[in-house]
């Protein structure tokens, strides 16, 4: 098993930045890729970022140039830095664990409980 749990979502204006974070526990050993999504109000959930184990970057148009996923794994923590936020980056923010295949590791993606990230005008 696999616990993750996202933290620093707040209040900012456009222009600003944050950064999120999401500490991975338990089998950690079982993620591969760790991936960030949102989801606004009243649309569907979006594929933010992606950092696989090997390096293999992936970043979602709307914020490619703005956003930086990186990931620690002497604390299994995974960072999303966010700059130059606009109103339409409002969103909960999701962390993501995609499953290494090894027998020992189920083959089941994990998610974290959400922070939300609110930017103003």
């Known amino acids: 098993q696999v616990q993750l749990v996202e933290s620093g979502g707040g209040l900012v204006q456009a222009g600003g930045s944050l950064r999120l974070s999401c500490v991975a526990s338990g089998d950690t050993h079982c993620v591969s890729a760790m991936d960030w999504y949102r989801q606004a109000p009243g649309k569907e959930r979006e594929l933010v970022a992606v950092l696989g184990n090997g390096g293999r970057l992936y970043y979602g148009d709307s914020v490619k140039g703005r956003f930086t996923i990186t990931r620690d794994f002497s604390t299994h923590t995974t960072y999303l830095q966010m700059n130059t936020l606009k109103p339409e980056d409002t969103a909960v923010y999701y962390c993501?664990?995609?499953?290494?295949?090894?027998?020992?590791?189920?083959?089941?993606?994990?998610w974290g409980q959400g922070t939300l990230v609110t930017v103003s005008e």
């Open positions: 993501n664990a995609e499953p290494a295949i090894a027998t020992t590791c189920p083959q089941v993606e994990y």
